[in-house]
């Protein structure tokens, strides 16, 4: 019966390793916008993305000629806004739709994680609308 107590404690202490990395791995989500209802003619030309309970890791596939601002608070709040430089580099909503944001939602339980935010798109670079984001609006997908 020693023996096996001598053994639990190191046992024990592997599994709760082997499980907090994993949950350290499923923490990570890819996000994208596949759910907004944009006419062909209407390019966007800014947006920006608040995430509560959660940080910005990366982004794939924006753009040369975009800009973009993130704020990673401390606090699991994270603000994420980007612009095109030119509106040659505006796109169009099937590219949009191919922007993947890398996320990591907080370990704490203390927040419910969300997102949302909005899109400004335009038609003719000369008058603009805000078309607000919505958590039905994103697809996530977790990161294995």
Known sequence: MRRYRRLLLPCLAFVLFVVGADAQNNRRYAVSVDNLA?????RITNFEIQIT??????ISNLPVGW??????DASWQTTV??????????????????LKFLVEKSGGEDLKFG???????TKDFQKGSRIPLKMSDFTVTPLK
């Open 38 to 42: 944009l006419t062909i003619d209407e």
């Open 53 to 58: 309970a959660g940080a910005f890791r990366d």
């Open 67 to 72: 800009e973009i601002d993130v704020d990673n």
């Open 81 to 98: 806004k980007a612009s095109c430089q030119v509106g040659a580099a505006s796109l169009e909503p099937e590219e949009f739709k191919k």
């Open 115 to 121: 997102l949302g935010g909005a899109v400004y798109v």
